[in-house]
């Protein structure tokens, strides 16, 4: 692409107001107490995750301002991240999508040194594969996907995934708009795990979809619990924090339940890109967030699992007690992992057998 | 832009080059075209033929792998459902949209400025917003089915949301104002004594309507049935929201390649392009047998 010629007239005023900006730069640095201290947090993360008064308790106690930008999937950061088009400290990703980055080399290994915190955390998300001993990522929110049935229509105890798909719901039924969770789901039911992923196990989850998916009558990643609420769906499969506001407003008639088959479980987390320009206050928002007192704000207004005990103890008895954010007993819960090509076959599958549903 | 205004105008300025100011004034507009038009389509056709990177982007290559998918029955049942609901949308936009404009293109010279804000404030909030305000409407306990509860017509909700009836009543509410402001545009311009000659030669309305109305009118419908069409195709925000996503459009495969967890950027670039390609095609041959009309725009 051309750039059309800057006239001069433009340049010169250009080149006078970069020369008072360049004055006025070294007096406000002067003033702060560490001349190298980094002034602004590019953070990249989830639409609707992080409380506004979080961000804002941060900006007053580091004096750093934070840019937030947001976006809707891992894919949607990814695509911003990789065209390398604009620079950030610090990102969102999803466990299965921190697995890729650090295989590909993108991550910054954290300096735990910079985050006392981290001692708040359950020692169990350190056991995970996609980062063992969290070398790269420090989780922020974790939850599951799971059953949301509407007492006051759905008469009979609901336990897995095929007792969601049946012919008496049909045309109740709400799913996530998402490929990759649905074929997941139907290779639960025949017995096999997310790590098993192949082209083989995805084709022979065909005929489980062409049973399912005419049934359903809303797709829908962003907001599966309207429908819900609206009463146009009284059956979904939706992420637990989505459940568990609905436990909240009613929990007389909402009821969570983690299918039988087995759970997806999903761990969404703060990492550095390998190019940030400022990681230091990357490193002193983590650190911030991993307060007990502000972790809890975090989990009031988003009730996902907080994988902070310390945050944890500080919740109410009910928010302890809301199965969808904290259940109980041993659920089998399992994990992502990265697809890699395979995922383009998952596509592939969902959206014919979804084209073939609906006519 | 490069076409001459009108043919009169045609005949002494074609001789002789733009000058330096035209030249000038032409420029942001080329700069624009080049920029935000030429230069995307451009990448887009580069980065079909190139291979899937594992974060999503795209390694630069030759490959057809993603081509030879997208005439795959899949896909192309897909967009045949687009052509579908656009097609459709486009008619009832029409058969709407004609009747008002002809009554505002027809109406007191004072009032018309009145009436044509009346079609633009749609515009005034943002398409999301009104979007999600037609959940409401048609929402099992919403405001249109309490309405005809209330009185009486209907014993039981009807299930509005999340059908194709709600993806069609929204692209049409989107898209009406787009097919109106067009044909107003042809109407005003209707001379009023061809009518009444052709009243007075003994034709009556039906046929006044048909052979002179209708011809004359006939450059703003076509502009608008290309202002509807082509972006009702592409559209899948609607769909998302009123449709529950249950048909996918093919705005919604193309989106999926990219934010979607196939991460397929070359096989959403080869059909973007194809989708180019299919508009392009449509618009050269919806345009030449009517070159002389057009120009009346």
Redesign the interface.
């Known amino acids: 692409?051309?750039k059309?010629q800057m006239r001069p007239v433009f340049s010169r005023v250009l080149f006078a107001t970069l020369c008072a900006l360049a004055l006025v730069q070294p007096v406000t640095a002067g003033a702060a107490d560490d001349a190298a201290a980094p002034k602004e947090l590019n953070l990249f993360a989830w639409s609707e995750y992080i409380p506004t008064s979080v961000i804002e308790g941060f900006e007053k106690e580091s004096g750093i301002k934070v840019n937030y930008e947001e976006y809707?999937?891992?894919?949607?950061m990814?695509?911003k991240?990789?065209?390398g088009a604009s620079k950030y400290d610090l990102i969102q990703p999803s466990e299965y999508t921190i697995e890729?980055?650090i295989?590909?080399n993108?991550l910054l290994p954290l300096d735990k040194s910079r985050l006392p915190n981290m001692k708040n955390l359950d020692g169990w998300y350190a056991k995970q594969a996609y980062d063992p001993g969290l070398k790269y990522s420090v989780p922020y929110m974790s939850g599951t996907v799971g059953i949301v049935v509407n007492k006051e229509k759905v008469k009979e105890p609901v336990t897995g995934y095929d007792e969601v798909f049946q012919e008496k719901y049909k045309?109740r039924i709400?799913v996530l708009?998402?490929?990759?969770e649905i074929v997941t789901w139907a290779m639960a039911t025949q017995g096999k795990g997310p790590a098993e992923v192949s082209s083989e196990t995805v084709a022979a989850t065909r005929p489980v979809l062409e049973r399912w998916l005419p049934m359903?009558?809303?797709?829908?990643s962003d907001s599966p619990k309207?429908?819900l609420l609206?009463?146009?769906v009284d059956i979904g499969i939706v992420w637990s924090g989505e459940g568990a506001i609905l436990v909240k407003e009613d929990s007389a008639k909402f009821q969570y339940i983690l299918p039988k088959e087995g759970a997806h479980m999903f761990i969404d987390s703060f990492a550095i890109p390998k190019n940030a320009p400022n990681p230091a206050a990357a490193l002193a928002f983590i650190n911030y967030i991993l307060q007990p007192a502000v972790s809890k704000e975090i989990s009031k207004e988003f009730p996902y699992t907080n994988p902070n005990l310390e945050a944890r103890k500080l919740l109410t008895e009910q928010e302890q007690g809301n199965e969808a954010s904290y259940p109980k007993g041993s659920p089998k819960l399992e994990i992502f992992r990265d697809?890699?090509?395979t995922?383009?076959e998952?596509?592939?599958l969902f959206?014919?057998v979804?084209?073939k549903s609906?006519s | 832009m490069d076409q001459p205004a009108s043919k009169s105008e045609a005949a002494d300025s074609s001789r002789r080059s733009p000058g330096l100011i035209g030249c000038l004034l032409l420029?942001p507009l080329l700069?624009w075209v080049?920029?935000f038009v030429v230069?995307p389509a451009l990448i887009m056709l580069v980065y079909s033929f190139g291979e899937?990177?594992?974060?999503?982007?795209v390694r630069l290559a030759f490959s057809l792998r993603s081509w030879s998918?997208v005439g795959d029955p899949?896909?192309l049942?897909?967009l045949w459902?687009s052509v579908e609901y656009a097609g459709l949308t486009t008619l009832i936009c029409v058969l709407v949209g004609y009747p008002v404009a002809f009554v505002v293109g027809r109406a007191d010279e004072r009032r018309r400025p009145m009436l044509l804000t009346l079609v633009m404030i749609p515009f005034w909030t943002s398409f999301l917003i009104r979007t999600y305000a037609w959940?409401t409407i048609l929402?099992?306990?919403?405001l249109l089915n309490s309405v005809l509860m209330q009185l009486d017509w209907i014993g039981e909700p009807i299930?509005m949301?999340?059908t194709p009836f709600a993806v069609i009543i929204g692209l049409v509410y989107t898209f009406l104002p787009f097919m109106i402001l067009p044909i107003y545009g042809s109407v005003e311009k209707l001379d009023p004594s061809l009518i009444e000659a052709a009243l007075d030669l003994g034709a009556g309305p039906w046929r006044t309507f048909r052979r002179v109305i209708l011809p004359l009118t006939m450059p703003g419908v076509s502009a608008g049935i290309l202002l509807c069409f082509v972006p009702a195709l592409g559209l899948y925000a609607v769909n998302?929201i009123l449709g529950?996503?249950?048909?996918?459009m093919i705005g919604n495969?193309i989106e999926?390649?990219?934010?979607?967890?196939?991460?397929?950027w070359p096989?959403g670039a080869a059909l973007g392009t194809a989708l180019l390609a299919a508009f392009a095609l449509a618009f050269w041959l919806t345009r030449r047998p009517d070159r002389e009309a057009r120009i009346g725009i």
């Open positions: 692409m051309k059309p809707g999937s891992n894919e949607e990814l695509i991240l990789v065209s890729a980055l295989k590909e993108q045309g709400v708009d998402d490929a990759v359903v009558k809303v797709y829908d309207t429908a609206n009463g146009d697809m890699g090509p995922a383009v998952i596509d592939e959206t014919d979804k084209a609906a | 420029a700069i080049v920029a230069a899937r990177e594992v974060l999503g982007g998918r899949i896909y049942s897909i459902k959940v929402k099992s306990r919403g299930e949301m999340y998302d529950g996503g249950r048909v996918d495969v999926n390649q990219f934010k979607g967890t196939a991460r397929n096989f």
